[in-house]
Nanobody, 126 residues
């Protein structure tokens, strides 16, 4: 079974940067398409970024495109999310997850993902 643990969240001022990490244990991360999601207080969990298993393709939500960068190091069993030019509306708990259904193509549907981590809090002050 794949186990994912996020870290790297914190409090940052608007315009600042953070780098989130998601470390895998159990099964090898290299077999999975993975994604980052976030959930703000009182809102539903939403898609943020997606990367294929071989790091050939990445997809971002419109809200973060051009500011966030997803990457992975399969040798280190780690997924990253570099977040630049942060805005107060980026405040949320950020989660990583592995795709387990319909993974042959891009999917942002939460029901297609499993092995969710516990999340890491990102707070951006104005």
């Amino acid at each position: 079974q794949l186990h994912l643990v996020e870290s790297g969240g914190g409090l940052v001022q608007s315009g600042g940067s953070l780098r989130l990490s998601c470390v895998a244990s159990g099964k090898s991360l290299r077999h999975y398409v993975v994604g980052w999601f976030r959930q703000a207080p009182g809102k539903e969990r939403e898609f943020v970024a997606w990367i294929d298993a071989l790091e050939r393709d990445t997809i971002y939500s419109d809200a973060v495109k051009g500011r966030f960068t997803i990457s992975r190091d399969n040798g280190k069993k780690t997924l990253y999310l570099q977040m630049d030019s942060l805005k107060p509306e980026d405040t949320a708990v950020y989660f990583c997850a592995a795709c387990v259904k319909s993974c042959h193509k891009f999917t942002s549907s939460l029901s297609d993902y499993a092995y969710w981590g516990q999340g890491t809090q990102v707070t951006v002050s104005a």
